[in-house]
């Protein structure tokens, strides 16, 4: 069936098998390989996504259910060649490893900024609960969010 | 033609002049004094910008035309004979390219690999799936260690469950323990745990004109092309192998594993490339484990508080694997004079162990610490103290002593017990690890005339920083900042390197690619010294400049040098010679936890882990603070959740989920303080060890020590879960 949508500011239009999962149709049709698949079933959280600006585990939405929508995707956060200050944070404050869970624990801690622009380290822990890292130890990932935090507020005041 | 070079090794309180031959084009050994550029600073990844911007390509991204979607059938019953398959019905469903038989004899574990299908997309490979027809008539199995020693017991393989003892001994532990003052005895028990990387196992595989294409999530890059090599009958340099990125091994992902070679399979039969990666649910299941272990530790001290008896009556079963073996810790961390271990391994109906993690040590720390514990309070020792007493490496006496302070061991040690129902604990425990690398690595440095290194070398990052490690050894030797360097890696058309494992991939690439460096310096040298009016000799390479060492004002910029290279680039080779003469053949680390435990729900959690470790000479402070980290992170799972948990009724695992095989998340972690002493080891021209093992050696154990203080008895069983605590409380 069709499926008309936004992802990253482009409008998109393609035939796809209603059964397929937004996160496939982002990595397989659309060629966003930055979401990734963990776990197949929302525990994860590697494939966050933004749908309407909210954050989502794309695995377990269907490719339909985002009609009309407009998705971001970890490709999409980055400005005029410019890192978001969360991936600048990320690199920065060393808050990846392996790097694989990276692009989801953006993509929520990208949402969490949106509403909360000074989180506490119990208050990012807590957005953070549903994306696991097996390799970090968490806390390289929450110095980042912190640091990304800071320097959004700064150029928020300047 | 061989130099011999003497060296200032160790730490400042501990130094050591080492003399060592060395061939003449090896570097001098980093050691006490040397002054670094990058070295030892803190340089955030070279792979940063790619993992956080959704650049980075791991296997699960590859995508090529015409790829097919592979899957695997897995047998339902953990033992059982496959009398048929029938996959007519799965070739008939449209879009299905190929359909294989992979196990038509005795099926020995639940998720054994069956029949293998390769269809247009990734659903209609499970639509096929559903109609390959397998007759299977179940056989009666084992799951559990106990089940499986007994009389009469289903063998797994044939005859006996129960393997042949390995035994080590040293002086003689039973007339030392009749002889001890104080003596202790106890059984600990721990469970099998899972990597659960966070990308799957799988691989795409394309045949192209009778060549043999890989890209794999793997650890060793040139041991999966040896292999697959063998089974497709192929000289190794027609097969390739790539792994760009990697989202975690931890040990489970050595080799042409059953899902690679299924790949290539399907690849071989359908004409087309063929993607396969495995659903989360058979990592579990299929990849790998850490294997479980009951271990009857005795101990005998003398008055003055030391050891002089150890004893250790091990079995662990790592399913239809082996290597169930923990008494690592029990002959290196504690220096004794009798000491006498025994392992075995104890064949069930279960997926295969694969090394985990500094295999044997976690489960081997955890019984050893603990008993240390015992014997402490038999003794009436403090616990640190009893540790010191027994501690006979200069490295980490210092780290105890750092540790204690920076955790407040002596403070908190003498904090009266809460007599309400939040109750606090402290333990520590002490680490060893041995991973100073190995020869065998090649490395090649090519500078380009625009001033661009290359370094290339068949070695790949499993997360570990591998990557940034090499490019800061290049950056340091050749004078240059990182940004200059790029860092190939993880491809079998690189120089040779080992597999990725043993925390042997710095020690072991690092000096191969310092050797490699040295040698471009030394033929850019030659190109620089007319323009200098100076013998290549008197030249260092500083600053992104070339100069002359005693007169740093004549100079020519590293990008002008490159200039003048006749040709677009130019290029040398670099080799890992065996290990000389080092400081010290081992590692030292410690680790101090605080918990608190909720004595009414049984709930245990860790406040504050202090760990303190060595990794040699320093590279990065940044990325190997995340290891220890890491190690600590993973640590506290194994004490507290991790548990693959079998139904003995029906063979299978209950919890392959991320749901129900409980990892810590976020909210779990304490804060962790990570030190490091820099320890100039030698050894090698860079003097590097790595850590990602030793950071986890210790992790489990001092949490462990830590909730049985707090609640005044020992639980001698991991996962420390709520029902094991409430228990343990009943009895305390």
């Not at chain 1, 993509?107 to 208050?123: I, K």
């Not at chain 2, 035994?167 to 003689?172: E, L, R, T």
């Not at chain 2, 004078?479 to 860092?487: D, H, W």
């Amino acid at each position: 069936m069709r499926l008309n949508l936004t992802i990253n500011g482009e409008r998109r239009e393609d035939d796809i098998d209603p059964r397929t999962l937004l996160v496939h149709y982002l990595r397989e049709v659309a060629g966003l390989t930055g979401t990734h698949v963990g776990c197949e079933t929302s525990l994860c959280g590697a494939c966050t996504v933004h749908l309407n600006g909210a954050a989502v585990k794309s695995c377990t939405i269907l490719a339909v259910q985002a009609e009309g929508a407009e998705i971001t995707t970890i490709e999409g956060l980055a400005r005029g060649g410019e890192m978001h200050p969360l991936q600048e944070g990320f690199w920065e404050e060393h808050g990846l490893q392996c790097g694989y869970c990276t692009p989801g624990m953006i993509m929520t801690a990208a949402d969490l900024l949106a509403h909360n622009p000074d989180p506490s380290e119990a208050e990012i822990r807590e957005a953070l609960e549903g994306n696991l890292c097996r390799c970090t130890g968490y806390q390289h990932i929450v110095n980042a969010v912190r640091s990304a935090a800071r320097k959004m507020r700064e150029r928020k005041a300047a | 033609m061989s130099q011999r070079v003497t060296v200032n090794l160790g730490i400042p309180e501990a130094p050591r002049e080492v003399t060592v031959v060395i061939p003449d084009d090896e570097p001098i050994p980093w050691q006490l004094g040397d002054h670094f550029a990058i070295v030892g600073a803190e340089t955030p990844r070279v792979d940063g910008p790619a993992k956080a911007t959704g650049a980075a390509r791991y296997t699960y991204d590859i995508a090529l035309p015409g790829m097919l979607y592979g899957a695997i059938v897995r047998s339902p019953y953990p033992r059982a004979h496959v009398k048929n398959v029938d996959l007519t019905r799965a070739m008939r469903i449209p879009g299905v390219r190929a359909a294989l038989t992979i196990t038509d004899g005795e099926i020995r574990f639940a998720g054994q690999e069956v029949a293998a299908v390769a269809a247009i997309s990734s659903d209609i490979a499970a639509d096929a799936l559903a109609r390959i027809k397998v007759d299977y008539e179940p056989l009666p199995f084992v799951v559990e260690m106990d089940a499986a020693s007994a009389d009469g017991a289903p063998s797994v393989f044939s005859g006996s469950n129960v393997g042949k003892p390995q035994i080590s001994n040293h002086g003689d532990v039973e007339r030392a323990l009749a002889a001890a003052q104080y003596r202790i005895e106890a059984t600990y028990t721990t469970p099998v745990q899972t990597h659960v990387s966070l990308e799957t196992h799988g691989a795409v595989a394309h045949f192209d004109g009778g060549a043999l294409t890989v890209w794999c999530s793997t650890q060793g890059v040139f041991t999966v092309r040896d292999d697959l090599a063998v089974l497709f009958n192929l000289p190794p340099d027609k097969v390739r192998v790539i792994t760009d990125y990697l989202g975690g091994g931890f040990g489970s992902k050595f080799g042409a594993s059953p899902e690679i070679v299924i790949a290539a399979r399907l690849a071989k039969e359908s004409g087309a490339p063929v993607k396969l990666m495995l659903p989360r649910g058979d990592e579990h299941l299929a990849t790998g484990n850490r294997p479980n272990a009951e271990q009857k530790v005795r101990f005998g001290a003398d008055a003055s508080g030391k050891l002089v008896a150890i004893d250790l009556v091990q079995r662990g079963s790592g399913g239809i694997g082996a290597g169930s073996g923990s008494a690592g810790p029990f002959k290196m961390v504690y220096p004794c004079p009798n000491v006498r271990t025994e392992e075995r391994n104890v064949y069930t109906n279960a997926g295969p162990s694969s090394p985990m993690r500094a295999p044997g040590w976690p489960q081997g720390a955890f019984a050893l610490e603990m008993a240390m514990d015992e014997m402490a309070r038999k003794l009436k020792l403090d616990r640190l103290e009893f540790r010191r007493r027994n501690n006979s490496n200069p490295v980490r006496a210092i780290e105890l002593e750092l540790g204690a302070r920076a955790f407040g061991w002596p403070e908190k040690s003498a904090a009266p017990k809460s007599s309400g129902p939040i109750r606090r604990g402290i333990g520590v425990a002490c680490a060893a690890w041995h991973a100073v690398g190995a020869s065998g690595p090649e490395a090649l440095a090519i500078a380009y005339r625009d001033g661009r290194v290359e370094i290339r070398c068949g070695t790949q990052d499993i997360g570990t920083g591998t990557r940034t490690a090499l490019a800061i050894v290049a950056a340091e030797e050749l004078g240059l900042p990182i940004a200059q360097i790029s860092a190939e890696i993880g491809d079998t058309r690189y120089p040779f390197s080992l597999p990725s494992g043993g925390s042997m991939s710095s020690p072991s690439n690092t000096p191969a690619i310092r050797q490699a460096a040295a040698h471009l310096k030394a033929k850019l040298f030659k190109i620089a010294a007319p323009a200098l009016g100076a013998e290549p000799s008197d030249l260092e390479a500083r600053d992104g400049a070339i100069r002359v060492r005693f007169d740093p004002a004549r100079r020519v910029a590293f990008k002008d040098v490159c200039r003048r290279i006749p040709g677009d680039s130019i290029s040398a080779g670099g080799e890992r010679i065996p290990n000389y003469a080092a400081y010290r053949p081992d590692q030292a680390g410690c680790q101090f936890a605080e918990v608190e435990v909720d004595t009414e729900t049984g709930v245990a959690r860790v406040l504050r882990v202090v760990a303190v470790h060595d990794a040699g000479t320093m590279i990065d402070p940044l990325t190997s603070r995340s290891q220890i980290n890491g190690g600590v992170l993973m640590g506290i799972g194994y004490a507290l959740f991790e548990t693959r948990r079998m139904d003995p009724q029906i063979g299978l695992m209950v919890n392959p989920t991320m749901d129900d095989y409980k990892l810590v998340g976020p909210l779990d972690v304490p804060q962790i303080d990570v030190m490091f002493l820099n320890v100039f080891n030698g050894g090698t021209n860079t003097g590097v060890l790595g850590i990602g093992e030793v950071a986890h050696v210790a992790s489990a154990a001092a949490v462990a020590c830590a909730v049985s203080d707090a609640i005044g008895a020992p639980i001698r069983a991991l996962p420390m879960t709520p029902d094991r605590i409430l228990a343990a409380l009943e009895h305390a």
